[in-house]
């Protein structure tokens, strides 16, 4: 089992920075894409970000493009959410999930470990 632990949200004010990060567990990290969801109160869940195993392909959604940053560094387990000019509308708790299958996905349904997610919250 692959444990899924997300940090770094908070509260902060609109044109702010944040940085999340997502640790998952187990040595076979480097083989999965890994992806950032968002879910705000009302609201379906949102593709936000996606990054391929080795950290070459990176996908973003269209609400965030230009503006969130996505990285990995697998030495760490580790995957990062830089999100810079930040609005009132980013406010969600923020998701990070692992596929299996290694390659990018903006479609939730193709990851197989999920964490509990982290509150971000921007305040106009």
């Known amino acids: 089992q692959v444990h899924v632990v997300e940090s770094g949200g908070g509260l902060v004010q609109a044109g702010g920075s944040l940085r999340l990060s997502c640790t998952a567990s187990g040595r076979t990290f480097g083989s999965y894409a890994m992806g950032w969801f968002r879910q705000a109160p009302g609201r379906e869940r949102e593709f936000v970000s996606a990054i391929s195993r080795g950290g070459t392909t990176k996908y973003y959604g269209d609400s965030v493009k230009g503006r969130f940053t996505i990285s990995r560094d697998n030495i760490k387990n580790t995957v990062y959410l830089q999100m810079n000019s930040l609005k009132p509308e980013d406010t969600a708790v923020y998701h990070c999930?692992?596929?299996?299958?290694?390659?990018?996905?903006?479609?939730?349904?193709?990851?197989?470990?999920w964490g509990q997610g982290t509150q971000v919250t921007v305040s106009s």
């Open positions: 999930a692992g596929g299996r299958g290694g390659l990018p996905s903006v479609n939730s349904h193709d990851y197989d470990y």
